[in-house]
């Protein structure tokens, strides 16, 4: 295959100014390589990017590609390139963007080796919010003696953060949606519901021990102010735009950068290990990015959306993607237990006074 697609856009703005166009398979330079992609991630910071939001960190030049993360197969390589040959499983990001692509070419150093045992919409989805989670739970030192809040926590770099944080030996207290919290319980963290009262939510699931550290996802205004009245101390409370700000760090890191080489490594062999498991809720067909955009700007989508480029369509039921989340369906499922219960223990009976 010669010819493939890429996602381009040519000025800022929603959903409608994305375009797939052809893509002729680049050639390496020296010290280059050529990746025909698997699978590769969305973030949410590069929808801001693409609508405009992010001008005063970067700006970009027209017509722009998107997409940061990805996982593929090394197809070309370029004078210098030694240790990695054709047909070697990579893992990394795009310095200059355009991941949405089926070929890209990418510097030697913006790539590790995909562990055998990391699957492709895992490894093509970790880069961007794994640098990220795995950053901030590394600046906050978290150990045994911490307990930890962290708010949107069933979300893409959240997620992560609680695992790291309870691999680390933290007590996690998760703060998301009732909607989420089966899941947040398998993955090691004690759930709290948002809202009116959740500050003595905490208070009462921490059981006394004291809150040492905030991570503030979700970008709530009074975040700081709940953490202080936790008592949390003033250095151990992230920001989102502390967040953010790392994202757009990791989002341009120049390929010679060894940090983000070193964080994926590691975050890769934590997911080999199983000590962090990559949830992947929506996983769409490359040529339905827009819906898979669209999933994720509802904000109700745990973990990871991730594109495949070589998924395979039976041409039994095209709109498969459009049909029911199995996360929307075992959360439809789960109201109408709890209205059949409740009519089942009312009855005809009056209620109780």
Same mark, same amino acid.
């Given at each position: 295959m010669r010819i493939g697609s890429a996602v381009q856009y040519d000025r800022y703005g929603d959903f409608d100014v994305v375009e797939l166009v052809p893509q002729e398979r680049p050639t390496a330079g020296a010290g280059e390589i050529v990746v025909e992609i698997v699978a590769a991630g969305l973030n949410h910071i590069e929808r801001f990017l693409r609508e405009g939001k992010l001008r005063d960190h970067i700006e970009l030049d027209f017509p722009a590609r998107q997409g940061v993360d990805f996982a593929g197969i090394v197809r070309a390589r370029g004078e210098g390139v030694k240790d990695l040959k054709v047909g070697d499983e990579v893992m990394g990001h795009a310095p200059a963007?355009?991941?949405? @692509?089926t070929w890209l070419v990418v510097p030697r150093g913006a790539v590790i080796k995909k562990p055998e045992h990391v699957g492709w919409e895992v490894a093509g989805g970790l880069y961007l919010a794994g640098c990220t989670a795995a950053t901030v739970v590394r600046d906050l030192k978290l150990g045994p003696d911490d307990t930890v809040v962290i708010s949107a926590a069933a979300g893409g770099v959240g997620h992560i953060e609680c695992q790291l944080a309870h691999d680390a030996g933290a007590t996690v207290i998760a703060l998301g949606?009732?909607?989420?919290? /089966?899941?947040?319980?398998? $993955? %090691?963290?004690? =759930?709290?519901?948002?809202?009116? %009262?959740?500050? @003595?939510? $905490?208070?009462?699931? @921490? /059981?006394?021990r004291p809150i040492t550290?905030? $991570? /503030?996802?979700?970008?709530?205004?009074?975040?700081?102010?709940?953490?202080?009245?936790?008592?949390? =101390?003033?250095?151990?409370?992230?920001s989102s735009e502390t967040r953010r700000d790392i994202e757009i760090r990791f989002l341009r890191a120049p390929a010679e950068d060894e940090v983000p080489r070193e964080l994926l490594t590691l975050l890769a062999k934590a997911v080999q290990d199983r000590r962090v498991?990559?949830?992947?809720?929506?996983? *769409? =067909?490359?040529? *339905? $990015?827009?819906? @898979? *955009?669209?999933d994720l700007a509802e904000m109700k989508s745990r973990g990871k959306v991730v594109i495949g480029m070589q998924t395979v369509e039976t041409g039994a039921r095209l709109d498969w993607y459009r049909s029911e989340k199995a996360r929307d369906l075992r959360d439809r499922y789960a109201d109408a237990r709890g209205t059949d219960t409740e009519t089942m223990a009312g009855g005809s009976a009056s209620p109780a006074s």
């Open positions: 963007g355009g991941s949405h @692509a949606s009732a909607r989420n919290h /089966d899941y947040l319980r398998q $993955i %090691g963290t004690l =759930p709290v519901v948002y809202g009116d %009262g959740e500050e @003595a939510r $905490i208070r009462e699931i @921490a /059981d006394g550290a905030f $991570i /503030d996802n979700h970008g709530e205004s009074d975040a700081e102010v709940l953490s202080e009245r936790l008592g949390v =101390p003033s250095g151990r409370f992230v498991q990559v949830l992947i809720s929506g996983f *769409y =067909p490359f040529e *339905y $990015i827009v819906e @898979a *955009y669209e």
